[in-house]
T-cell receptor, first 114, second 113 residues
């Protein structure tokens, strides 16, 4: 069973603080993705990665950094959190071969920036 | 770039009734089409997928139809039951890779007893 694990599940941060969201996958998928989900916007791609050491900008990368230190782990970093980054964040993995383009999502992280 | 419009944003039907959710897309080269289901408080899980070459897929009480001429993708539920209450998202891609995957804004489906 494909597995994507996110931590923390819930996070409250202060404006200007640093926040790190972590994601681990045991699917051995090459590609990993970070999305945010907001009412009225659906899912929007923030950053993605093709493999260890790779990070690419998605559609809304401003204010976010990403890190892919290994095949299994992909982090999303908010260096200076702002209230507009309050959202639900989803990590996903998938690739053209193993998963036939299907995305496997983690359970999500609910982030509130006060 | 690709634009995907999903309708309706909210849908309420009675148990046993049918329901239809539709997505229209703009890129005629789109090939990969997905429907994801998100139950309350949970993550997204793949419900069904269809490729441009197949145009139809059925399973789990749902039928996915692709009309390439009209650039329209539909998710048809034939007989709703309470477990179908969820948010549904379509996703469209030319290449299949999620870096070029465009999601619809979602439909909140409520099944009334």
């Amino acid at each position: 069973e494909a597995a994507v694990t996110q931590s923390p599940r819930n996070k409250v941060a202060v404006t200007g603080g640093k926040v790190t969201l972590s994601c681990n996958q045991t699917n051995n998928h090459n590609n990993m993705y970070w999305y945010r989900q907001d009412t009225g916007h659906g899912l929007r791609l923030i950053h993605y990665s093709y493999g260890a050491g790779s990070t690419e900008k998605g559609d809304i990368p401003d204010g976010y950094k990403a890190s892919r230190p290994s095949q299994e782990n992909f982090s999303l970093i908010l260096e200076l959190a702002t209230p507009s980054q309050t959202s639900v964040y989803f990590c996903a993995s998938g690739d053209e071969g193993t998963s036939q383009n299907t995305l496997y999502f983690g359970a999500g992280t609910r982030l509130s920036v006060l | 770039g690709e634009q995907v419009e999903q309708r309706p944003p909210h849908l309420s039907v009675r148990e046993g009734d049918s329901a239809v959710i539709t997505c229209t897309y703009t890129d005629p080269n789109s090939y990969y089409f997905f429907w994801y289901k998100q139950e309350p408080g949970a993550s997204l899980q793949l419900l069904m997928k269809v490729f441009s070459s197949t145009e139809i897929n059925e399973g789990q009480g749902f039928t996915v139809l692709l009309n390439k001429k009209d650039k329209r993708l539909s998710l048809n539920l034939t007989a709703a039951h309470p477990g179908d209450s969820a948010a549904y998202f379509c996703a469209v891609s030319v290449t299949g890779g999620a870096d070029r995957l465009t999601f619809g804004k979602g439909t909140q489906l409520i099944i009334q007893p």
